[in-house]
């Protein structure tokens, strides 16, 4: 293998000292609150892991659990109590939610201010102005360790493979960014001639869903690769990128696990410790 691993393990560890730092130096420590709706055992799993990062740092975490029965004005109910409580700094509602409730609706509902994932229009509206505000976790993931493993962005091609509002949207717009000053192309599952386009990336994001889509003929020689896809292969988790041959081609890429993942655990921190920050002045 040639390709430099870029540890988002490593990476998100780092992240957390400075967070824990930050949050020591603090006269009371953040609250982030967790709503869970539903038994779904992948978002009792997810949201267990959010919460023990955030113990790890000393964040303190207010936990909601609810039935899957409660009706979408009961939930907007307990996010206003939320809104309203000054010990609650953040507020993540636990997506997908289950039935026909509206995981849309309930993010809207959100104060901006408290909206840690960074999932409210009002955060995703400043972003395409971009203004300051909290950005969501997975792609501000995905510039924290391009910048730790000092990867050139500034006036490189950058080719995101996935148009989600969740990540690969919001991900191009961020390497579109002044500061960032990538030259960016969003592809999706309509996009022409996809592995060509692929190769002509300094920078190319994998944000599919589809286990091991992007082969070696998708990777420029010396390439950074960045892998977001989680997917469950007999009982494996695998990413979006057939890591062992991309890696022989790309200069750096991200494994799966231990890549995107904890960074995106990482950076729920980091916007919880900023909202407490500037909800204090
Ligand atoms: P979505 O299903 O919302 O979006 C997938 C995107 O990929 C769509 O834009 C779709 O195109 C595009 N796509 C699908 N098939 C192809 C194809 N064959 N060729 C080109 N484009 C294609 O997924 P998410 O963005 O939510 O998640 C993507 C992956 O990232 C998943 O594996 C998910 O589990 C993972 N993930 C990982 C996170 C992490 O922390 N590491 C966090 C969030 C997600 P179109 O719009 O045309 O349908």
């Known amino acids: 293998m040639t390709a430099t691993i870029l540890d988002g393990k490593a990476v998100a560890a780092r992240v957390k000292e400075e967070v824990a730092a930050a949050v020591a130096e603090m006269p009371t420590p953040p609250g982030l609150a967790t709503v869970l709706v539903g038994d779904d055992p992948a978002s009792h799993a997810y949201v267990r892991g959010k919460r023990n990062d955030a113990a790890e740092v000393g964040i303190r975490s207010i936990h909601h659990e609810l039935d899957a029965s409660i009706t979408q004005e009961e939930l907007h109910r307990v996010i206003d109590q939320l809104n309203a409580d000054d010990g609650v700094d953040g507020i993540l509602v636990q997506l997908p939610l289950p039935g026909d409730l509206d995981g849309e609706a309930a993010v809207e509902r959100i104060d901006p201010g408290k909206d840690v994932d960074g999932l409210h229009p009002y955060n995703l509206g400043r972003l395409v102005l971009d203004k300051p505000g909290l950005r969501p976790c997975t792609p501000s993931g995905v510039m924290r360790i391009l910048d730790h493993y000092g990867i050139p962005v500034a006036g490189k091609r950058a080719v995101v493979i996935g148009r989600s509002f969740l990540v690969g949207r919001p991900l191009a717009l961020m390497l579109a960014a002044r500061g960032a000053d990538a030259t960016v192309t969003l592809a999706h599952s309509r996009t022409a001639d996809l592995p060509d386009l692929a190769r002509s990336a300094d920078i190319l994001v994998a944000a599919v869903g589809v286990p091991r889509m992007v082969t070696a003929e998708y990777v420029a020689p010396g390439a950074t690769v ?56």
């Open 226 to 281: 960045v892998d977001v896809g989680i997917n469950r292969v007999d009982g494996k988790l695998v990413g979006d990128v057939a890591f062992d041959e991309v890696a022989e081609v790309a200069g750096a890429i991200t494994p799966v696990p231990g890549g995107v993942g904890p960074m995106t655990r990482a950076m729920l921190l980091v916007n919880t410790l900023q909202a407490a920050a500037s909800r204090r002045g």
